[in-house]
Antibody
Framework: EVQLVESGGGLVQPGRSLRLSCAAS????????MHWVRQAPGKGLEWVSG????????GYADSVKGRFTISRDNAKNSLYLQMNSLRAEDTAFYYC?????????????????WGRGTLVTVSS | SYVLTQPPSVSVAPGKTARITCGGN??????VHWYQQKPGQAPVLVIY???DRPSGIPERFSGSNSGNTATLTISRVEAGDEADYYC???????????FGGGTKLTVL
């Protein structure tokens, strides 16, 4: 079955760190770029970060640049998001999404598969 | 950065046609993608490249894009179409993927 399954969410204090994981199955993982998209409770979608098929290129939203790091392990069919210096405004569902092509950038790279998400709550 | 503007809500009676707009500066020069998100579920791609439908998406879903407005059109609306809909573009200036604020479609 073609799917993405996120894990690693939870309650964390402001200023602390958290690492999210996304396990991919049912498709050739290293043929595609991958992305993280978040959604604050009751709010809209926000692209967080993307990584190319071979980790050669990454991109970040301005709101997380310098604090979050995206990575992938093609041997394990897994995507990661290391989140440091977390803030209350980072509270959201975090979705893993598959890009349509190998690279992060370009209109051809829309997101054709999404996971169910994992909730990150940043609060003291 | 590039801004996409969607109406917060659209209401339509069953069997009628719903039109959800996505406004942006010269958006007609970009490729627009649309996602459907039902409550408690992950988003699903319903339209890509302005007007193409992924396999499994009903023909009732269509899209257009010109000038400063892209439009998602849902014909013969059904109760099961009730969801939030988001438009998306790649903004080469900011080097970011951008989503619209989302539109809640209510089937009366």
């Amino acid at each position: 079955e073609v799917q993405l399954v996120e894990s690693g969410g939870g309650l964390v204090q402001p200023g602390r760190s958290l690492r999210l994981s996304c396990a991919a199955s049912g498709f050739t993982f290293d043929d595609y770029a991958m992305h993280w998209v978040r959604q604050a409770p009751g709010k809209g979608l926000e692209w967080v970060s993307g990584i190319s098929w071979n980790s050669g290129s990454t991109g970040y939203a301005d709101s997380v640049k310098g604090r979050f790091t995206i990575s992938r392990d093609n041997a394990k069919n897994s995507l990661y998001l290391q989140m440091n210096s977390l803030r209350a405004e980072d509270t959201a569902f975090y979705y893993c999404a598959k890009g349509r092509i190998t690279v992060v950038r370009g209109a051809q790279g829309y997101f054709d598969l999404w996971g169910r998400g994992t909730l990150v709550t940043v609060s003291s | 950065s590039y801004v996409l503007t969607q109406p917060p809500s659209v209401s339509v009676a069953p069997g009628k046609t719903a039109r959800i707009t996505c406004g942006g500066n010269n958006i007609g020069s970009k490729s627009v993608h649309w996602y459907q998100q039902k409550p408690g579920q992950a988003p699903v791609l319903v339209i890509y490249y302005d007007s193409d439908r992924p396999s499994g998406i009903p023909e009732r879903f269509s899209g257009s894009n010109s000038g400063n407005t892209a439009t998602l059109t849902i014909s013969r609306v059904e109760a099961g179409d009730e969801a939030d809909y988001y438009c998306q573009v790649w903004d080469s200036t900011s080097d970011h993927w951008v989503f619209g604020g989302g539109t809640k479609l209510t089937v009366l």
